[in-house]
C-alpha cells in the first residue's frame, strides 16, 4: 500500500499525548494519526458522535426531570407541613416555654439523629413516598440507585 509522507505541525501537548498513546497501544505514531483521521473523515463518524451526544442529552434530560419532580414533591410537602403546623400548634403558656423548648430542642436532635440513618442508607425519601403513590414506576430508578432495606422510621 503506498502513503503520502506529511510533515505537520502540532501542539507540544499534544506531541507528548501521541507519543503516550502510541506507546500505551504499541503501536506507531503514524498508525494512531491515520485512525485518527480515518475516524475523522468516515460518513459515520459525524453520525456517532450525533448518536453518543443524544444518548447523553437524553439521560440529561431524565435526570432533570427527576431532580424537577422530586424537587416539587420536597417544595410541598414543607408546604402541607407548614400549613399543618400552623394551623395545629397552640400558643405555649409563659409558664411552660422552657418546657416546651426543652422538648423541641429534643425532638430536633432526634429529627438530625434520623436525617443522618436515612442519608447513610443511601435511599431517597421522596423516591420512597413516589414508589409508595405509584408503585408501578419503582421500576425506573436511577443509574446505579440500587435497592436497600429499610430500618424504622423514614425521615
Do not use: C, W
Not at 483521521?37 to 459515520?44: K, M, N, Q, R, V
Not at 456517532?48 to 422530586?70: G, P, V, W, Y
Not at 420536597?74 to 400548634?89: H, N, P
Amino acid at each position: 500500500m503506498s502513503r503520502t509522507r506529511l510533515n505537520i505541525f502540532i501542539e507540544p501537548e499534544h506531541a507528548k499525548r501521541l507519543d503516550r498513546l502510541a506507546v500505551h497501544k504499541g503501536v506507531s505514531k503514524s498508525a494512531v494519526i491515520a485512525a485518527a483521521l480515518a475516524s475523522f473523515l468516515s460518513p459515520d463518524g459525524g453520525d456517532q458522535r450525533e448518536a453518543a451526544i443524544a444518548k447523553r442529552l437524553d439521560r440529561l434530560s431524565r435526570q432533570f426531570d427527576r431532580l424537577e419532580r422530586d424537587q416539587n414533591i420536597l417544595i410541598e410537602t414543607v408546604a402541607l407541613y407548614v400549613r399543618y403546623f400552623l394551623t395545629v400548634s397552640i400558643p405555649v403558656p409563659e409558664g411552660q416555654q422552657d418546657a416546651a423548648r426543652a422538648q423541641g430542642r429534643a425532638r430536633y436532635v432526634q429529627f438530625v439523629e434520623q436525617l443522618g440513618r436515612h442519608l447513610q442508607r443511601g435511599r431517597s425519601l421522596v423516591r420512597e413516598v413516589h414508589e409508595e403513590i405509584e408503585p408501578e414506576a419503582a421500576p425506573l430508578q436511577a443509574e446505579g440507585e440500587t435497592e436497600e432495606a429499610t430500618d424504622g422510621p423514614a425521615v
